[in-house]
């Protein structure tokens, strides 16, 4: 899989959007973006994956630059309980290929 | 739908004892099963993934070993938990071929004294 950079920590206020960066600059052409992210304490919780499409769901949106090398995940409106771990992870979609976690980003939404 | 299951939610062990740790996943057929260890203030490991009964692969060599006895129960073990064992310990499922994201258990906390 390849690596991603994430910052260590964001702060966002409540009410606003959060936009998480990731590089992942040595992207293959068959690897998908994923994010996840882990509250403390508890299992992670997986949000959303996508190609080169710019995707969204019900949780959030992901933005993938045309050339793949990053992307931005977008929280529209955080709140206070999407403090959390939010990881960043290519991987190829086919296969039995796994996850691997770095270190993420801490972000925090405060009233 | 679909739900996974672990138990212990805690677990405090003395160095030298044995474990069992259980994941169990429901509302899905053949799925890929995989432990995750997470260490204080560290990312998530992978351990062991696991494509069918019987079949598992290990990711790091350690103290520990996994089995998969039915189709949808994955089970972690040692026989003598060292202090470097603790940690929260995570179970995980996909569907079957690996595609797509993976879904994790509640996660058990497990600390070696």
């Known amino acids: 899989d390849a690596k991603t950079t994430q910052p260590p920590s964001m702060d966002c206020a409540e009410g606003r959007a959060a936009n998480l960066p990731c590089n992942h600059s040595?992207?293959?052409?068959?690897?998908?973006v994923y994010w996840y992210r882990q509250i403390h304490s508890q299992g992670p919780q997986y949000i959303i994956h996508g190609l080169k499409n710019n995707e969204t769901n019900e949780m959030a949106s992901l933005i993938i630059t045309e050339d793949r090398k990053s992307s931005t995940l977008i929280l529209p409106h955080a709140t206070l309980r999407d403090t959390a771990v939010y990881y960043c992870?290519?991987?190829?979609?086919?296969?039995?290929?796994?996850?691997?976690f770095g270190k993420g980003t801490m972000l925090l939404v405060s009233p | 739908s679909q739900t996974i299951h672990q138990w212990p939610a805690t677990l405090v062990q003395p160095v030298g004892s044995p474990l069992s740790l259980e994941c169990t996943v429901e509302?899905?057929?053949?799925?890929?099963l995989y432990w995750y260890r997470q260490a204080a203030g560290r990312g998530l490991q992978l351990l062991f993934y696991s494509v069918g009964i019987g079949q598992i692969s290990s990711e790091v060599p350690q103290n520990l070993s996994a089995s998969r006895p039915q189709d949808r129960q994955f089970i972690l073990s040692s026989k003598k938990l060292l202090l470097s064992d603790s940690g929260f310990y995570l179970c995980?499922?996909?569907?079957?071929?690996?595609?797509?994201?993976?879904?994790f258990g509640p996660g058990t906390r497990l600390t070696v004294t």
């Open positions: 509302g899905t057929s053949n799925p890929n």
């Open positions: 040595t992207i293959s052409g068959n690897e998908y």
């Open positions: 995980a499922w996909s569907r079957a071929g690996g595609y797509g994201e993976q879904y």
């Open positions: 992870i290519v991987r190829a979609f086919s296969g039995y290929s796994t996850l691997t």
